[in-house]
């Protein structure tokens, strides 16, 4: 695709109806035989667009894929994002974001695969990542934040996320829920999963990665028969297929509208956490290490830790750990 693409899509998006290839060579500052050739190009591409004799061009609909122009077209101005890698099949999004900041890259590149063959989740699970069903996207960010603090960057990340899939799917306020530290719930079953990773690069520079997951377009064959009775899709929980595009470019916006408070103004992310918590409240089973407390999970503290008192009154601050819920007494 040719450099104008993004900014061409940008234009047909947002016609109010047709626009004149004439037009559209002059708003973008190229030739008419450039913006032929685009569309062409976007065509072949997957894009719909239709041309009337006299009215021009009307953009009607995107391919089921990602494209890095698409996103572009979508996203709009950002201060967060900079650069937007696609692959087909990767190892590991996260993987290729680490490489980037290894090797010196600044922040704000966004990598999405269509599929990854060596997915992983915490505690080095694998990840589920079904071809062109899903969002599996990781961004390298290099935090204006004091390193001690960078353990919030989970808690800011989930609740971005719980913010974007509420509003694309226009579910009822509340509906999507944080099971702390890092999995997205609806109606109690897993839809996403964040895995936060640092590194440094040759000069000491340190970055993190913000890899993320989603269960979109899945259907229930699609997860493996272990999976079926606790994880879910965003479509088979609203009932209808989900724009991935538009799903990914929503975090995007989110990401940037919470990022000035991760240093300053935490306390706001805390409080949505807190209010989408699926835990807080209950009692719990968590495992950090090789250490398993039970207890009542009764808050978050101003660091996004969670707060635990167990059966003999002691209260436990916990920064990470699996926790377990069902069956509990």
């Known amino acids: 695709m040719s450099g104008i693409d993004a900014a061409l899509l940008k234009a047909l998006r947002v016609a109010p109806l047709y626009c004149a290839g004439g037009d559209l060579a002059a708003q973008l500052a190229v030739t008419l035989s450039a913006i032929e050739s685009a569309i062409a190009e976007l065509r072949i591409a997957g894009f719909e667009i239709e041309e009337r004799p006299g009215l021009g061009y009307r953009y009607l609909a995107a391919p089921d894929r990602l494209i890095a122009d698409d996103l572009w077209a979508r996203l709009g101005p950002s201060t967060l994002i900079r650069e937007i890698l696609v ?10 974001a680490a490489q980037l900041g290894r090797n010196g890259a600044a922040g704000g590149v966004a990598v999405f695969a ?21 969002l599996w996207q990781s961004l390298l960010l290099q935090p204006d934040l004091p390193p001690a603090k960078w353990p919030r960057l989970t808690t800011y990340v989930a609740v971005a996320i719980a913010e974007a899939i509420e509003k694309t799917l226009h579910l009822s306020e509340g509906r999507v829920r944080i099971k702390w530290p890092n999995d997205i719930q609806i109606d109690g079953k897993k839809v996403a999963g964040i895995l936060i990773e640092t590194g440094a690069d040759r000069s000491g520079r340190s970055f993190a990665v913000l890899g993320i997951g989603i269960n979109v377009n899945h259907g229930a064959e699609d997860f493996p028969e272990e999976l079926v009775q606790t994880a879910s899709s965003l479509k088979e929980m609203s009932g209808s297929r989900i724009d991935r595009a538009a799903l990914a470019v929503a975090i995007f916006h989110e990401l940037e509208a919470w990022l000035p408070k991760l240093e300053t103004g935490f306390e706001q992310i805390i409080r949505k956490a807190t209010g989408r918590s699926s835990i807080l409240g209950g009692w719990i089973r968590l495992r950090a290490a090789d250490v398993i407390i039970e207890g009542l999970a009764e808050s978050l503290d101003l660091e996004g830790q969670l707060l635990v008192r167990d059966t003999r009154g002691t209260l436990h601050v916990l920064g990470g750990g699996e926790v377990t819920t069902g069956g509990l007494t």
């Open 114 to 134: 269509e599929r990854q063959n060596a997915g992983r989740g915490r505690f080095g699970r694998r990840w589920q990542s079904a071809a062109s069903l899903g």
């Open 87 to 96: 692959f087909k099949e990767t190892d590991s999004t996260n993987d290729v």
